[in-house]
């Protein structure tokens, strides 16, 4: 049987990382977590999912920087004070994300899963970007905009992306020091991205 870990990808916008994820879970036969995690967080929260949407990857309200970044069992509970706030909703994903890597290998995409799994052990945390005209290239495909919407979509959302991590986590999205590998899809391709996981993936489990 092939070795397996808990893989956490974190990808800019048109960079492919999603598409490697589910590559990864089905070649793998592993569960994939993406935005079910929003889903799964309202069941165990009982906090209307959209709530959970309307801060999904953007930088939180009010525009400040927290000084203390997310660790676990710090669950606001219903009644109490701050129940809905942004850090409490941050939290019943960061316990969804614990919980699905408990139970077993797994891939997850998105939402810090790279810090929020920090302390745990056979975690492979991955980040993939590519270059700009790929992505601008990925992105005119899949949402049907022109050129200049796509590259404004790109800055938008990875801006968006790295303001959310650096909220909640305190670091810098895009230092390689937080991740076991950084690929670059324009460069490898998904294949061959999907090809090097799964040989790191081998390396750390011997």
Known sequence: ?????????????????????????????????????????SEESGI???????MDERLP???????????????IRPGESGFTSDRNLFNYQAKVIRDAAAKGP???????GDYVLRDMPGVLRVF?????????????????VDRKEALEMIHRIDKRRAEYYKYF??????????????LNSSELGFEKC?????????IRMK
Do not use: Q
Not at 65 to 70: G, I, L, V
Not at 169 to 177: F, L, P
Not at 194 to 202: G, K, P
């Open 106 to 112: 797994c891939v997850i995409v998105g939402r810090c």
């Open 1 to 41: 049987m092939e070795n397996k870990m808990i893989i956490t990808i974190a990808r800019g916008f048109g960079s492919g990382g999603k598409t490697m994820g589910r590559m990864l879970s089905e070649r793998l036969e592993l569960p994939y977590y993406d935005r079910d995690i929003l889903s799964k967080a």
């Open 128 to 144: 993939v970007h590519a270059d700009e005209n790929f992505c601008v290239e990925k992105v005119t495909e899949l949402y049907n």
């Open 48 to 54: 209307s999912e959209a709530l959970f949407g309307e």
């Open 169 to 182: 986590t305190g670091r810098d999205w895009y230092n390689a020091s937080n991740y076991d590998l950084c």
């Open 194 to 202: 999907v090809e090097i996981i799964r040989a790191y993936m081998e």
């Open 61 to 75: 309200r009010p525009r400040i920087r927290r000084t203390d970044a997310y660790t676990p069992d710090e669950l």
